[in-house]
């Protein structure tokens, strides 16, 4: 698989493939950056279950992280990398999501 930029200059996406839950702090600089509604912000309660913010459950929220939400979606611009500030996503070239 061979990709290009407009001019025709060899470009290797960098897909976003995971987003460490631990290290996240939601602050949603990622999401802000990325154009094609890869990731969205959840909420994590008490038990430790992902639940949705939408939801009438804010007393019950303990901690917000981004989570993947169409993966495939990606173009592997790295822009999420670049802003994120605790190095928490982890990104594969697509030999590596192939593999
Ligand atoms: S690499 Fe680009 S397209 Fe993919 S999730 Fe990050 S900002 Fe969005
Ligand atoms: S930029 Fe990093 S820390 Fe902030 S919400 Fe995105 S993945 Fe989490």
């Known amino acids: 698989m061979s990709f290009v930029t407009?001019?025709?200059?060899?470009?290797?996406p960098n897909f976003l493939t995971s987003i460490d839950a631990e290290k996240c702090i939601g602050c949603?600089?990622?999401?802000?950056?990325?154009?094609?509604?890869?990731?969205?912000?959840?909420g994590i309660?008490?038990?430790?279950?992902?639940?949705?913010?939408?939801e009438d459950?804010?007393?019950?929220?303990?901690?917000?992280i981004m989570v993947m939400n169409d993966q495939g979606a990606c173009m592997g611009c790295?822009?999420?990398a670049r802003v994120c500030p605790t190095n928490c996503q982890t990104h594969m070239p697509p030999a590596a999501v192939a593999a």
């Open 45 to 54: 309660n008490e038990d430790g279950d992902l639940i949705d913010l939408d």
């Open 6 to 12: 407009r001019d025709g200059r060899d470009w290797t």
């Open 28 to 42: 949603g600089r990622c999401f802000k950056v990325c154009g094609r509604d890869v990731m969205t912000l959840k």
């Open 78 to 80: 790295g822009a999420c």
């Open 57 to 64: 459950e804010d007393d019950e929220i303990e901690k917000k």
